[in-house]
């Protein structure tokens, strides 16, 4: 099971796929867990992909023609069974293979790659599936211990300094490179670990959305371990 508490509004777990995508958001639920224990061996499918790069796709054609043992070849159904009621849902699903992701060191005051706590933002309504079939987990923050950096007064000062502009531009700015995604753990936060092998629908930013974000990061990789995470 995911480490999330019962108590918590904000995540709804469920026991299938259909109460995944049909149980709609609402109040301060914006997460959805998939809760299951799936079987395979996933390191395997791991260790038989050649990653020349820091991060690949892992295409179906790919997947299917891997030598597996029995415990892989249960880990490749399911990893095959997943890509596919996604894509039957109207979803695009994609298979990435991760030793780690780019770092973004452009603003070093105030990075913006997925390692920090974000939400994702789209033109139109939709929602962000994910799952870690292997290595490091996803992590949600609960909203109410997020802080939106582009609020916090020396991060504010920093980014106008970076803008140089007119005030009635900033917002826009702010928006056009994507700091107003960006939060911080407020003190004594506890960020939930997404766990391996649950399948979570969280809220996206979209016009007409009525939750909250989720705001959430990818967690940093151990060495020479690769994460396998489907998401869409």
Known sequence: ???VSPTENQIH?????????????????????????????FSEITEKVELHENMAVLNQEELRELQLSEQGQLAREALLHDLAVLKAHGASPI??????????????F???DVYSFHVDRSPIPTDTFLCTYYGEASEILPNAQAE???????????????????????ETFLSDYFF??????????????LGLGHLWRIAVDHPGSQVLPCVHRAPKEKAGQSRLLLIC
């Open 110 to 112: 105030f990075p913006t």
């Open 148 to 170: 939106q950096k582009v609020l916090v007064p020396e991060i504010r000062n920093e980014l106008k300094k970076l803008y140089g502009g007119a005030d009635e531009g900033f």
């Open 95 to 108: 298979l990435n293979l991760i030793k780690h992701y780019e770092r973004d060191d452009a603003y070093p």
């Open 13 to 41: 777990c469920v026991t299938n796929f259909q109460d995944l995508v049909c149980t709609p958001f609402q109040g301060e639920l914006n997460a959805m867990c998939w809760t299951r224990a799936i079987r395979g061996d």
């Open 180 to 193: 107003d995604l960006h939060y911080q753990p407020k003190p004594k936060a506890r960020p939930i670990n």
């Open 1 to 3: 099971m995911p480490d």
